[in-house]
């Protein structure tokens, strides 16, 4: 769902994905980030087998900053965001937060992903196509 400038997604904090504490274990946060990366572009028409299959390019991380403000913990409804802070020619950086979305408070999660686009066949960059770049500013 896009609400504003960012994209928002919704996910349930399962047993398998917290730690011997009963919180979210640190590296969950990375896989909840990349799947509203992945749900971002798909509410764009970009689906990610298709990218690869008919333009030839697949996305890939770069460098990852993720800053830790509070737990999730089993059961939790989180909210997680996406936003273009970026674009350049071959990459993009974007934002991401991680909230419970039933306080509606700080986010738990902050993350700054850098993302850049690659050949499928021989995964050196290349420019974003035109569609995505195009789409992209729209968004942003």
């Given at each position: 769902?896009?609400?504003?400038?960012?994209?928002?997604?919704?996910?349930?904090?399962?047993?398998?994905?917290?730690?011997?504490?009963?919180?979210?274990?640190?590296?969950?946060?990375?896989?909840?980030?990349?799947?509203?990366?992945?749900?971002?572009?798909?509410q764009?028409?970009?689906?990610?087998?298709?990218?690869?299959a008919?333009?030839?390019?697949l996305?890939?991380?770069?460098?990852?900053?993720?800053?830790?403000?509070?737990?999730?913990?089993?059961?939790?409804?989180?909210?997680?965001?996406?936003?273009?802070?970026?674009?350049?020619?071959?990459?993009?950086?974007?934002?991401?937060d991680?909230?419970?979305?039933?306080?509606?408070?700080?986010?738990?999660?902050?993350?700054?992903?850098?993302?850049?686009?690659?050949?499928?066949?021989?995964?050196?960059?290349?420019?974003?196509?035109e569609?995505?770049?195009?789409?992209?500013?729209?968004?942003?």
């Amino acid at each position: 769902m896009r609400t504003e400038d960012h994209f928002r997604w919704a996910v349930t904090v399962y047993y398998e994905d917290t730690d011997a504490g009963g919180v979210v274990y640190y590296a969950n946060y990375l896989k909840y980030m990349e799947r509203a990366r992945t749900e971002w572009l798909r509410q764009m028409g970009f689906e990610q087998d298709r990218l690869k299959a008919r333009d030839g390019v697949l996305f890939a991380v770069r460098s990852a900053s993720v800053e830790y403000h509070g737990p999730a913990r089993l059961d939790d409804r989180l909210e997680v965001s996406a936003r273009l802070l970026e674009k350049g020619r071959s990459s993009m950086v974007i934002g991401q937060d991680v909230s419970r979305i039933d306080t509606g408070g700080a986010p738990l999660c902050t993350g700054r992903i850098q993302v850049v686009c690659v050949d499928a066949e021989s995964w050196r960059p290349r420019s974003i196509p035109e569609n995505i770049a195009r789409a992209l500013t729209d968004e942003y």
